[in-house]
């Protein structure tokens, strides 16, 4: 439950300065998007532990490389397209302990901005390695499997090239069982 308001508080932290944006917003455009974003997050999953749910919060970093080039920006949503890589991490919590690293890519989902360069929305597709470690009586039991993340998100402008992101996230683990595991997560972006 702690962890929930804290997380909860820390997504409205983030979130109050958005009021700020619209204003700035046109005179950020004009530098065009970023080359490399860094990215750090607070994540709240639902974790598919056998018959039960439990939810556990955790911590993660995404770089990200784009293109650079604010001439291509309007001619196709492709040439906004962004990969990199992530790592999220949430220490023990309920006896469960997760580590998802991996590669992901950032699909906009229109050519520009949207809402007056309020939102910008996108699709992700990720995939990597998910470790879940449960802490069981008289040992560990742990594994390792291959992780397929989609989801669906948005960018929000705060000030030049910092913006707060927030994705939806479905971590689908190929373990001995397919488990989906949603995942909230909310952030800051710094573009350079």
């Known amino acids: 439950m702690k962890a929930r308001w804290f997380t909860l508080g820390a997504a409205a932290a983030l979130l109050a300065p958005v009021g700020v944006a619209h204003a700035?917003?046109?005179e950020n455009m004009a530098g065009g998007p970023s080359k490399y974003t860094f990215e750090l997050y607070l994540a709240q999953y639902s974790v598919d532990v056998g018959d039960d749910r439990e939810g556990i919060g955790g911590i993660g970093g995404r770089l990200m490389f784009g293109r650079g080039d604010a001439t291509k920006v309007v001619s196709t949503f492709f040439n906004r397209a962004r990969a990199g890589v992530f790592a999220t991490y949430t220490?023990?919590?309920?006896?469960?302990?997760?580590?998802?690293?991996?590669?992901?890519?950032?699909?906009?989902?229109?050519?520009?901005?949207?809402?007056?360069?309020?939102?910008?929305?996108?699709?992700?597709?990720?995939?990597?390695?998910?470790r879940t470690s449960v802490?069981?009586?008289g040992g560990d039991n742990s594994s390792n499997d291959f992780a397929f993340t989609p989801a669906i998100g948005t960018m929000i402008p705060i000030t030049g090239a910092i913006k707060f992101r927030g994705d939806i996230r479905d971590v689908i683990v190929f373990g001995d069982d397919t488990s989906n595991n949603l995942v909230l997560e909310g952030?800051?972006?710094?573009?350079f």
Do not use: C, M, R, W
């Open 24 to 26: 700035q917003y046109e």
């Open 91 to 130: 220490a023990e919590q309920k006896d469960i302990t997760t580590l998802h690293v991996g590669g992901q890519a950032d699909f906009p989902l229109f050519a520009a901005p949207v809402v007056n360069g309020f939102l910008d929305p996108f699709i992700s597709l990720g995939a990597g390695l998910f």
């Open 135 to 137: 802490d069981v009586i």
């Open 187 to 191: 952030g800051i972006s710094v573009g």
